[in-house]
């Protein structure tokens, strides 16, 4: 499968937990994406890598939430002491550069805090 | 303030039936304009992509329109099937590398 994979499909935790998902994207996209999704809602943009780079991340990310890309193909989104109100479900996307190119999204991470 | 809103919030329809997805946007500048397919539990995929100067798409038995005058897109979906139950998402790029999403249509197709 050369699609985006997300790993896990599912996660349970606890309040104040910390969880962390992996994003592997299409390996010959630079552009890779977090977004989070709450139900009847579209995506919300989280953060954006460039490659390696962190290149912005959204007001909607605290400081409980951390992603890296170390070599510029997968990667990572940990939350830290988690809260009922990060359940939701957190969607990867990549891309190669350029205005026209196709954004492709994985299957998600549904995550539920109890 | 770059917004994407869409309309109905949900639909439902019989089978066979015909329908239109509405999308308003104030994204400024445009790039172009895409139509999701969000099946439940799944992470969307793409339907239709559109820039400024291209008024209609097809992919099938989905067809989009845009006209950036208004700042208005629509979906339309002939003969619809049960499986094409799912959330439709218009997504704007405003000439960066962001991308504004819509809350989405949520359709039902009922046997």
């Known amino acids: 499968d050369t699609g985006v994979s997300q790993d896990p499909r599912h996660k349970i935790t606890k309040r104040g937990q910390n969880v962390t998902f992996r994003c592997d994207p299409i390996?010959?996209?630079?552009?890779l994406y977090w977004y989070r999704q709450t139900l009847g809602q579209g995506p919300e943009f989280l953060t954006y890598?460039?490659?390696?780079?962190?290149?912005?991340k959204s007001r909607l990310l605290s400081d409980r939430f951390s992603a890296e890309r170390p070599k510029g193909s997968f990667s990572t989104l940990e939350i830290q002491r988690t809260e009922q109100g990060d359940s939701a479900m957190y969607l990867c996307?990549?891309?190669?550069?350029?205005?026209?190119?196709?954004?492709?999204f994985g299957p998600g991470t549904r995550l539920t805090v109890l | 303030k770059n917004q994407v809103e869409q309309s109905p919030q949900s639909l439902i329809i019989l089978e066979g039936k015909n329908c239109t997805l509405q999308?308003?946007?104030?994204?400024?500048?445009?790039?172009?304009l895409r139509w999701y397919k969000q099946d439940t539990g799944r992470g969307p995929v793409s339907l239709t992509i559109?820039?400024?100067?291209?008024n209609t798409k097809s992919n099938g038995r989905y067809t989009a329109t845009l006209d950036a005058d208004t700042k208005q897109s629509s979906l339309h979906i002939t003969a619809s099937q049960l499986s094409d139950s799912a959330s439709y998402i218009c997504?704007?790029?405003?000439?960066?590398?962001?991308?504004?999403f819509g809350t989405g249509t949520r359709l039902k197709v009922l046997a």
């Open positions: 890598f460039q490659n390696e780079a962190q290149l912005e």
């Open positions: 999308c308003n946007y104030t994204v400024s500048p445009f790039s172009n």
């Open positions: 559109m820039t400024f100067s291209e």
């Open positions: 997504v704007v790029r405003p000439g960066t590398y962001k991308y504004i």
């Open positions: 996307a990549s891309s190669e550069t350029g205005l026209l190119n196709e954004q492709f």
């Open positions: 390996s010959e996209h630079n552009r």
